[in-house]
């Protein structure tokens, strides 16, 4: 990575179609790592994500839904944004492409690039899938399935403006050969240059106009601004490209990195950067181009219901286990098999044992032999000369992985650090030092040498665990740490004072936590089964307590000052009228009742609604598109109903 004094990465732009899974999750754990990384080696980091809001699944999800797109995506990007407040995400930005200043920017983008003659009308008709929103060509979908996802393609044909991607093959050739480190991992280079670039590169389909939820094309209001164009642009129309204010884009364009996930090289490698050469910007220096989050082989995906819920398991674990579980199972560029085992081992052994065990022992140890605070009369010895040692290499093998974006290696390189303090606990042996008061200064060092290298490694992990950082550091009597170089100095700190804490990361017992993340998975594969199993049972009795009456509505006026309620008057079947007051006006108008039959909870005791006494209530279903009143007919009022 090039050396400058500012860092900006992004994350891919998220489909706000589904709920995020854990795989999603992975892409933005490893940018919110490096972000906090760089921060601490003071670069001016600006850390971007979002969610990419446009495009026919999400109309149809929306329409299915019985909601505008608008508020289909508005309820789940919510949900995006709290899982990464879950999970400690610290980016500088959160950007929608429903946010005005982005279609605003993306709408001068098109222009510019279609007055520079890289924008034409034309004719599409190739095979498209409809999941992925993309054309391939015959060659390219093998037996009729889209190469990215393996669903069947279907032909399809419509006018449509196309950018001229064909005019850049050469300069993007020619980039990547002068820019060896564009691509992370390299062979992702061959990959793009075999497969799309040699066979020859096809002018890109950028607008639809089978569908309207989209930024329109400003020339042609028809028409809308296909995905990729609107999608990849947020990265400098985040930056403020095209608007009013544009210091960030002129503060932190290029990228530095652009972390995405494998499935998604050729957009970001080859379309992404003839934009850019379209519109005379500068290239990022950078694509690092992740593996994938697998389940048992296979990809996870809603469709299949094999999707693993980070929520879940941050609720059930911690944060911090499942941000290190990401970190550190999956190898760089590589795909990684996410199993519950697998979690629950690494828990127990990397984060109780090594690191949990380490600091509560050290600090049990300084609270028993010097009452919490270590004496500054002490005495060096046997093996602190290799724990320094291996401190150092440690720091520059963490840097030299973290700076190329290898995570799990630099978590291995802090690790073996770690281990190596562990076993200076066995070597120097300090409840046998403590046997003898002579020893006391050299039990003095062995305590501070623990608590320096529980200090650096405090340091070591804050980047890819800032909660589990802070804690260990309170314990050790520190604030947050901030500056990286600090996990180079052993012997920064004068002396210690502990303060006890509790256990950072307690042991997990395998077998049962296997059963309990079986049945909450059960519990999502079938969510309905799993709430109705859920409800308290009752008795008959209590059943028999609840007085249900056939009733017609006789009368039905709104309610003043109560925009959900109806009051009704009904027949129960005594011949005296009764009132109640329902919460159904946003769904029923009056004269949709007045005649109907319907089930009423005649013995409730009597409640007064804005106003209204209202003597029971009647029955009615919440379902997805609104409330819905169970009718019934042909049963005389004042019938009892069981
Ligand atoms: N909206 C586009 C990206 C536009 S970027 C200008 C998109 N969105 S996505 O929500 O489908 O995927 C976002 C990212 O999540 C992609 O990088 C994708 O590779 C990644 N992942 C989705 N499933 C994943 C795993 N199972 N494992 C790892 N990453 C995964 O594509």
């Not at 006494?613 to 049963?635: C, H, P, R, T």
């Amino acid at each position: 990575m090039e050396e400058s004094k500012k860092f900006y990465i992004t994350t891919p732009i998220y489909y706000p179609s589904d709920n995020l899974h854990i795989g999603h999750t992975y892409s933005t754990v490893q940018a919110d790592a490096i972000s906090r990384y760089k921060r601490m080696r003071g670069y001016d980091t600006f850390f971007l994500t979002g969610t990419d809001e446009h495009g026919q699944k999400i109309e149809d999800k929306a329409k299915a839904a019985g909601v505008t797109p608008k508020e289909y995506v508005d309820k789940i990007v919510a949900g995006i944004k709290d899982l990464w407040k879950l999970m400690n995400i610290s980016n500088d930005k959160f950007i929608r492409t429903t946010d005005e200043y982005h279609e605003k920017a993306v709408q001068y983008i098109f222009q510019k690039m279609y007055d520079k003659g890289d924008i034409y009308l034309g004719s599409y008709e190739g095979l498209y899938c409809k999941p992925c929103e993309s054309f391939w060509t015959e060659t390219q979908a093998v037996d009729g399935k889209c190469p990215d996802c393996g669903r069947p393609v279907i032909k399809a044909s419509e006018q449509a403006y196309f950018f001229r991607l064909s005019k850049y093959a050469d300069r993007l050739l020619e980039y990547y050969d002068s820019h060896p480190d564009f691509f992370a991992p390299s062979m992702r280079q061959a990959e793009m240059v075999n497969n799309f670039i040699k066979p020859g590169l096809q002018d890109l389909c950028i607008s639809r106009s089978t569908f309207k939820w989209g930024i329109p094309v400003p020339i042609n209001p028809d028409h809308v601004i296909y995905v990729w164009l609107d999608a990849l642009t947020n990265y400098i129309t985040a930056l403020g490209y095209a608007s009013e204010d544009d210091s960030l884009f002129k503060k932190f364009w290029p990228a530095d990195v652009h972390l995405i996930g494998k499935d998604i090289t050729r957009f970001h490698t080859i379309y992404w950067p003839a934009f850019l050469m379209s519109l005379d910007l500068p290239l990022p220096e950078k694509v690092y181009c992740h593996g994938w989050v697998l389940l048992d082989g296979g990809k996870m995906s809603k469709s299949k219901g094999n999707v693993v819920d980070p929520v879940k398991l941050a609720d059930r674990y911690g944060v911090d286990p499942l941000r290190y579980y990401l970190l550190r199972e999956v190898a760089f560029g590589a795909d990684g098999i996410f199993s519950n085992e697998n979690l629950i081992n690494r828990i127990n052994s990397d984060l109780a044992n090594d690191l949990g065990n380490l600091v509560s022992r050290t600090v049990a140890m300084v609270d028993k032999y010097f009452g919490g605070t270590i004496p500054e009369q002490r005495e060096s010895g046997e093996f602190d000369d290799d724990l320094k040692a291996v401190a150092a290499e440690a720091k520059i093998n963490a840097e030299k992985y973290l700076d190329s974006l290898n995570f799990s290696e630099s978590l291995a390189s802090i690790w073996k650090f770690i281990s190596r303090t562990n076993k200076y606990i066995d070597e120097t042996a300090p409840w046998a030092l403590a046997k003898d008061e002579s020893n006391r200064a050299r039990l003095a060092q062995v305590m501070y040498n623990l608590c320096e290298s529980i200090r650096i490694i405090s340091v070591f992990i804050a980047p890819f665990l800032p909660e589990t950082s802070s804690k260990i550091r309170a314990q050790l009597g520190l604030g947050e740490a901030t500056d990286w170089e600090e996990c180079g100095v052993f012997g920064k700190e004068e002396t210690f004072s502990v303060v006890k804490g509790e256990i950072i990361f307690p042991r997990l017992d395998l077998e049962k936590e296997l059963e309990e993340l079986a049945s909450l998975n059960k519990a999502a594969e079938n969510p309905l089964k799993a709430e109705i199993e859920g409800v308290a049972k009752i008795g008959i009795d209590d059943f028999a307590k609840v007085d249900l009456r056939a009733a017609e509505i006789t009368g039905c006026v709104p309610v003043k000052k109560a925009k959900k309620l109806l009051e009704l008057t009904l027949n129960d079947g005594t011949g005296e009228p009764r009132t109640v007051a329902s919460g159904i006006a946003l769904y029923y108008k009056p004269e949709d009742l007045i005649g109907k039959k319907v089930i009423l909870v005649s013995n409730l005791k009597p409640a007064t609604l804005c106003g209204v006494e209202s003597k029971g209530m009647i029955l009615a279903a919440d379902s997805s598109d609104g409330v819905k009143v169970i009718f019934v007919d042909g049963v005389e009022p004042g019938t009892k109903i069981r």
